[in-house]
Structures are given as C-alpha cells and as structure tokens.
C-alpha cells in the first residue's frame, strides 16, 4: 500500500506530507495487513518534518 523513500518524502510539500500521513494513520487504524508498511510511512513521515523544522 505504501511504497515511499526518504527522497520521495523529501519531494513532497507539507500539504502533501500532511495528507500522507492522514492515510498512514487511516491505516493503521483499520489494522489492515499493511500495518507494518504504514507504521514505518509514519515514522519516515515524522523523520522528514522534524529535518524541516526551524533549530
């Protein structure tokens, strides 16, 4: 369900994040088989924000 690197992440906006990590977290709230999968988007997802975030 979710195939995305760091440099996909890195492409996108914070809109576009925004709304990833909304389906990420839909996903895991369903507990489909793709729990792994979305746990790790939303880890990434977080990883990238942070990197973007004024220090």
Not at 3 to 21: H, I, N
Not at 32 to 44: C, E, G, I, R
Request: no cysteine; proline share 4%.
């Amino acid at each position: 369900m979710f195939k995305m690197t760091k440099d996909d992440l890195a492409k996108k906006t914070d809109a576009q994040l925004a709304a990833l990590f909304q389906e990420a977290s839909k996903g895991l709230a369903s507990g489909k088989p793709d729990l792994a999968s979305a746990q790790s988007l939303v880890v990434m997802i977080n990883n990238e924000l942070a990197a973007r975030a004024p220090r």
